[in-house]
């Protein structure tokens, strides 16, 4: 086959180093842009993006070219650096070293674009660690509790 054609649909969660919660609504906006311009730098297609103060939520197509470790590095290397550059924290600005990636089918996309879409209405109900979890749970990855709970803290 001359061509190749794939559908790789990835949600990416990952928290502010310490979960601290400094990401704040006036810049927010701006940093969803920033990072959605690294994906299509990088030939991948943003389907959507939203953060909380503590963390944030991408889905994206993904083009097989580039591993997700490799474009995760650069998302969070870049966005780092342009939010020092900003000046849009008083604290130290930093991402954890860890995320999560979890893949969906096409028909599972729009579920997963509202679901991001309404973080802040989620959040009321769910903490951070309850949704990650339960994220872990539903795709049924091995994980020791005491092992992701203390890189989050």
Do not use: C
């Amino acid at each position: 086959m001359a061509n190749t054609y794939t559908q790789l649909h990835i949600q990416f969660v990952f928290a502010v180093k310490y979960r601290e919660a400094l990401i704040q609504p006036v810049w927010k906006d701006k940093l969803h842009q920033y990072i959605t311009g690294i994906f299509q730098e990088n030939r991948h297609k943003m389907l959507q993006i939203n953060s909380m103060p503590d963390h944030i939520h991408i889905l994206a197509g993904i083009r097989p070219h580039q591993s997700i470790s490799s474009l995760i590095q650069n998302v969070k290397t870049e966005s780092n650096k342009w939010v020092k550059a900003q000046n849009f924290s008083r604290h130290p600005f930093a991402w954890q070293e860890g995320y999560g990636a979890f893949s969906y089918g096409k028909s599972q996309v729009p579920d997963v674009i509202r679901y991001i879409q309404n973080q802040e209405a989620h959040h009321q109900k769910k903490s951070f660690l309850e949704e990650y979890r339960k994220l872990l749970v539903a795709f049924d990855i091995e994980w020791e509790e005491q092992y992701i709970f203390k890189e989050l803290e």
